[in-house]
């Protein structure tokens, strides 16, 4: 951050930046931060840092060397932590990127909180629908499109931007502030959960807090999130014959792969959503009448999520049904088939092997090894019922744990405390549909207390094409974050 002059004004400090816009310092408590750095942005999102992409692993590197550089900048304390290799496909292996910690203060009175981001990308090219060069930031009316830009490079330089300021100001930050930021997060964040377990008892030994935003509000509205599903992720394979066949002359014949594959999948979920495998719905935890008001009470319109997503009908005509449904219970979708003909055309082949691929997002209640036990055990049965000679192999790949966290706990009183002196609004407290195995890893070995704390705004477009964040949303986002280092510095207070 540039700046140029340091004034006082009734005993507020007001610290403008290059471009005029005044920072204010007022009762121990940064009010307004709105010079952020686009510049930085806008070199973070030219880098390809896409961890899914081995030819793109230099790139990686050079990420994770600017991240660890920045935050040296500014006066943090330091390492790169070497987190080992990576076994590729071929058998050969390559260096994950390091992981770059950073700590901010070592005052035993303070509360220290952990902050977490990644600074990888998922995969983008112009010709898969942008409309502008995905690792050029271009602002187009108040919104920085570019990837990475929400998911999760603008809100990790947002609370480096929130060190720097009390940083820029000379004032002492109220909390001890450590950073852990990794680059292989759209991956499975290879490597991060050993060094998790080894850095228990040092790196961690005195946080407090651990706050990670990788997650966006649900609608205009601030939100808080408390909540994320897991995932178990399952290959299901059908083998037949030893080559593929011609249809012409082996059809009629020959029970075919696919068939099977097809017959067993259906069996999976039914047309209203309903999962048929015995045991997953049961062990569901009830919506409670304390759960329900607080979803009754969330901004969101049925009618913007539809037209959002281009459908006409959805699987729940009420808002808390729709919610929960997204939320709170388990859910089955059908990823793709490998091995079957899907190129432009027509071919008139029988596969001789096919792998469905799909999974079920896990909740509450719900434990993976259970759960693979029970898809195993009912996918065999219903193969069984068909007498194919073919052969059903089934392996669940992924098992991520859902997370959960206690929104009535101190820290999410500091999160809506934040938000309101920030934005004057009440936040929504929310969970995500989605899988942040991290926050899970990060609970059951350190045992500390976890927030979600987004910034990135409903319609940002994570994973997709022209994936943006609001300025707006980052500048304020910063004030927010801001603001919450100071509520969290009181709570002892509470």
């Not at 009754?296 to 808390?320: P, T």
């Not at 990823?335 to 432009?344: K, M, N, T, W």
């Not at 936040?427 to 910034?455: C, H, N, W, Y």
Request: some cysteine; charged content about 25%; glycine content about 8%.
């Amino acid at each position: 951050m540039q700046h140029n002059q340091l004034q006082i004004v009734e005993n507020a400090v007001v610290y403008l930046s290059s471009d005029k816009t005044p920072l204010f310092f007022s009762d121990g408590l940064v009010l307004s931060a709105q010079a952020v750095d686009e510049e930085r942005v806008l070199q973070w999102i030219a880098v390809e840092s896409d961890s899914s992409d081995v030819t793109k692993r230099s790139d990686l590197h050079r990420m994770m060397d600017m991240t660890a550089e920045k935050l040296r900048l500014i006066g943090g304390s330091v390492e790169m932590v070497d987190v080992g290799t990576q076994t590729l496909p071929n058998g050969s292996s390559i260096a994950l990127p390091k992981v770059v910690t950073a700590r901010f203060g070592e005052d035993p009175s303070k509360r220290t909180v952990c902050v977490y981001g990644h600074v990888d990308v998922q995969p983008a090219k112009k010709e898969d629908g942008w409309a502008t060069d995905p690792y050029e930031l271009t602002d187009i009316d108040g919104n920085l499109y570019g990837r990475g830009a929400s998911d999760n490079k603008a809100p990790v330089l947002a609370w480096i931007h929130t060190v720097e300021v009390y940083k820029a100001l000379n004032i002492d930050l109220p909390v001890n502030v450590k950073f852990i930021i990794e680059g292989m997060e759209e991956t499975g964040s290879n490597g991060l959960d050993d060094m998790i377990v080894a850095q228990k008892d040092s790196f961690f030994s005195d946080v407090d807090y651990i706050i990670i935003s990788d997650c966006v509000w649900l609608s205009k509205r601030p939100a808080l999130t408390y909540g994320t599903r897991g995932n178990c992720y399952f290959f299901a394979e059908v083998e037949g014959p030893k080559k593929d066949l011609h249809s012409g002359v082996y059809g009629g014949t020959v029970m075919e792969p696919m068939t099977d594959l097809i017959g067993i999948l259906d069996k999976l979920i039914s047309p209203s959503g309903k999962i048929l495998i015995p045991g997953i719905r049961e062990a569901v935890a009830h919506l409670s009448d304390e759960e329900w008001k607080m979803y009754q009470d969330i901004e969101f319109d049925l009618e913007s999520y539809k037209r959002e997503i281009g459908l006409s009908q959805l699987m729940y005509s009420n808002k808390v049904d729709l919610l929960a449904h997204r939320w709170r219970h388990p859910t089955v979708s059908i990823h793709g088939i490998e091995g079957a003909f899907s190129s432009p055309g027509t071919k008139t082949v029988i596969p001789a092997k096919v792998i469905a691929k799909f999974s079920i997002r896990q909740v509450p209640n719900m434990d993976p090894a259970m759960v693979e036990k029970q898809v195993t055990d009912y996918l065999h049965s219903v193969f069984a019922k068909r007498k194919s000679p073919n052969k059903l192999n089934v392996t669940m790949v992924i098992g991520a744990k859902p997370w959960l966290a206690d929104p009535k706990h101190p820290l999410y009183e500091a999160g809506k405390a934040a938000v309101k002196r920030v934005f004057a609004v009440e936040p929504d407290l929310i969970r995500e549909g989605g899988t942040i195995p991290i926050a899970r890893s990060f609970q059951d070995v350190t045992g500390k207390s976890i927030i979600m704390l987004p910034i990135g705004g409903f319609d940002d477009g994570l994973h997709s094409q022209n994936e943006k964040i609001s300025r707006y949303n980052y500048m304020e986002g910063t004030k927010l974050f801001i603001a919450f280092l100071h509520e969290v510095s009181q709570m002892e207070k509470h």
